[in-house]
């Protein structure tokens, strides 16, 4: 019984946290407000709900819940770890293994959580404008995402990141910071990097199927994801396909 106690208020909180990040979208696009100023503020409402509502699942459990998640994490971790040992990995491998997932899964779960907000937020902004085509944010045309961009200030913020990532050696507050900063910007690249990618596909008239094969093949391939990010932040300075300034406003 406690299960299903559980697992519906784990759904109840899912289903607060889409409506009222929907209804901050529906509010930027009510003000006039553009595709970034109504995304960001859903993401900052996502937030702040979500900390809101861990703070009050704590206070009711008498337990930090996102302690006892990373507890059950590194529980987990172990186990697979173990599994691996046994199979005959090398304790090194096994070790760097172990500090990758950490650093990238614990210690950045901020960052993700952070990006699940856009998405969600993302997602909420282009489904509202179609609901409500006479909101004054929705009568704001868009550009084809191949013509998308960020605005050239935000690169500034990924070197601060990038700096304070550096200088805080990864694991103090100030690398932590760094960290969380740099998932979730480089994430928003890698959007820019496919813009950038699929300008090109269209331009030289690569059919369809050939097209979605090559993004597929980008996706299963971690190094590749890493080079569409570099190529998107390049993008800012190189504007391979001449936009015109500030474009994606």
């Given at each position: 019984m406690s299960?299903?106690?559980?697992?519906?208020?784990l759904?109840?909180?899912?289903?607060?946290?889409v409506?009222?990040t929907?209804a901050?979208?529906w509010?930027?696009?009510?003000r006039g407000?553009?595709?970034?100023g109504?995304?960001l503020?859903?993401a900052?409402?996502?937030?702040?709900?979500f900390?809101?509502?861990?703070?009050?699942?704590s206070?009711?459990?008498?337990?930090?819940?996102?302690?006892?998640w990373?507890?059950?994490?590194?529980?987990?971790?172990?186990?697979?770890?173990q599994?691996?040992r046994?199979?005959?990995?090398?304790?090194?491998?096994?070790?760097?293994?172990?500090?990758?997932?950490?650093?990238f899964?614990?210690?950045?779960?901020?960052?993700?959580?952070?990006?699940?907000?856009?998405?969600l937020?993302?997602?909420?902004?282009f489904?509202?404008?179609?609901?409500?085509?006479?909101?004054?944010?929705?009568?704001?045309?868009?550009?084809?995402?191949?013509?998308?961009a960020?605005p050239?200030?935000?690169?500034?913020i990924l070197?601060?990141?990038?700096?304070?990532?550096?200088?805080?050696r990864?694991l103090?507050?100030?690398?932590?910071?760094?960290?969380?900063?740099?998932?979730?910007?480089?994430?928003?690249?890698?959007?820019?990097g496919?813009?950038?990618a699929?300008?090109?596909?269209?331009?030289?008239?690569v059919?369809?199927?050939?097209?979605?094969?090559?993004?597929?093949?980008?996706?299963?391939?971690p190094?590749?994801?890493?080079?569409?990010?570099?190529l998107?932040?390049l993008?800012?300075?190189a504007?391979?396909r001449?936009?015109?300034?500030?474009?994606?406003?």
């Amino acid at each position: 019984m406690s299960y299903f106690l559980a697992a519906g208020m784990l759904l109840l909180a899912a289903a607060v946290l889409v409506l009222v990040t929907a209804a901050a979208v529906w509010l930027g696009l009510r003000r006039g407000w553009g595709m970034l100023g109504c995304i960001l503020l859903g993401a900052a409402v996502f937030l702040l709900l979500f900390s809101g509502l861990l703070a009050g699942g704590s206070w009711g459990t008498g337990e930090n819940i996102l302690l006892s998640w990373q507890r059950e994490f590194q529980t987990s971790l172990d186990s697979s770890l173990q599994i691996y040992r046994q199979l005959g990995w090398e304790e090194n491998q096994l070790r760097q293994a172990a500090w990758l997932i950490r650093t990238f899964f614990i210690r950045a779960s901020f960052g993700w959580l952070a990006l699940i907000g856009l998405a969600l937020a993302g997602l909420g902004y282009f489904s509202l404008r179609r609901i409500f085509p006479d909101l004054p944010g929705a009568k704001t045309p868009l550009l084809p995402f191949r013509l998308w961009a960020l605005p050239d200030t935000v690169v500034w913020i990924l070197l601060v990141a990038l700096a304070l990532l550096v200088a805080g050696r990864w694991l103090s507050p100030v690398g932590l910071v760094g960290l969380n900063a740099c998932v979730v910007l480089l994430q928003i690249y890698l959007l820019q990097g496919l813009a950038v990618a699929f300008f090109y596909l269209a331009r030289w008239q690569v059919p369809r199927g050939l097209q979605i094969l090559l993004i597929l093949t980008i996706g299963f391939a971690p190094i590749l994801l890493m080079l569409v990010a570099l190529l998107g932040v390049l993008d800012t300075w190189a504007n391979w396909r001449r936009l015109p300034a500030e474009p994606g406003r």
